[in-house]
Antibody, heavy 116, light 112 residues
Framework: EVQLVESGGGLVQPGGSLRLSCAAS????????MHWVRQAPGKGLVWVSH????????NFADSVKGRFIISRDNTKNTLYLQMNSLRAEDTAVYYC?????????WGRGTLVTVSS | QSVLTQPPSVSGAPGQRVTISCTGS?????????VHWYQQFPGTAPTLLIY???NRPSGVPDRFSGSKSGTSASLAITGLQAEDEADYYC????????????FGGGTKLTVL
């Protein structure tokens, strides 16, 4: 089955770190650009970060630049998001998405809550 | 505030036609970047509804259509059905500053 499954979310204190994972299956992961998109409770979708298919190019939203790191391991078919210096405003459901003429495949998301 | 502007809400009766606008600028839609549309039901992940301005993925009814002109795009839904009640988002790419993918703020469709 073609799918993306996120994991690694949870409760973290402000200033803390968390690493999200997105496991891909059912397709050739290494052929696709990938993204992280987040959605704060009751709010809209916000693009967070992008990585190209071989990991040599990355982009970040201004709100996370310098704090978040995106990476991928094509041998493990897994996308990662290392989140550092977390703030309350980073609280959201984080989705990974496959880029193919739009974000054509999404995971179910993982909830990150930043609170003391 | 989102780079792409959508109305917060639209509504229509069953069977009617509704449209959702997505207004951008010369650095995104107006620059020729493609527009994609997503449908999201409460508590679930978004799904791709329209890709590359006016194309439907397999399984999406032809009641849904997309268009793009100048710095704006639109999603049209004809023959409105109760199950169409959801949030809808447009998305494109913006070339300003370092470049980024951008979403509209989302539109809540209510079927009366």
């Amino acid at each position: 089955e073609v799918q993306l499954v996120e994991s690694g979310g949870g409760l973290v204190q402000p200033g803390g770190s968390l690493r999200l994972s997105c496991a891909a299956s059912g397709f050739t992961f290494s052929s696709y650009w990938m993204h992280w998109v987040r959605q704060a409770p009751g709010k809209g979708l916000v693009w967070v970060s992008h990585i190209n298919n071989d990991g040599s190019s990355t982009n970040f939203a201004d709100s996370v630049k310098g704090r978040f790191i995106i990476s991928r391991d094509n041998t493990k078919n897994t996308l990662y998001l290392q989140m550092n210096s977390l703030r309350a405003e980073d609280t959201a459901v984080y989705y990974c998405g496959r880029d193919y003429s739009g974000f054509d495949l999404w995971g179910r998301g993982t909830l990150v809550t930043v609170s003391s | 505030q989102s780079v792409l502007t959508q109305p917060p809400s639209v509504s229509g009766a069953p069977g009617q036609r509704v449209t959702i606008s997505c207004t951008g600028s010369s650095s995104n839609i107006g620059a020729g970047y493609d527009v994609h549309w997503y449908q999201q039901f409460p508590g679930t992940a978004p799904t791709l509804l329209i890709y590359t301005n006016n194309n439907r993925p397999s399984g999406v009814p032809d009641r849904f259509s997309g268009s793009k002109s100048g710095t704006s795009a639109s999603l049209a839904i004809t023959g409105l059905q109760a199950e169409d009640e959801a949030d809808y988002y447009c998305q494109s790419y913006d070339s300003s500053l370092s470049g980024s993918w951008v979403f509209g703020g989302g539109t809540k469709l209510t079927v009366l």
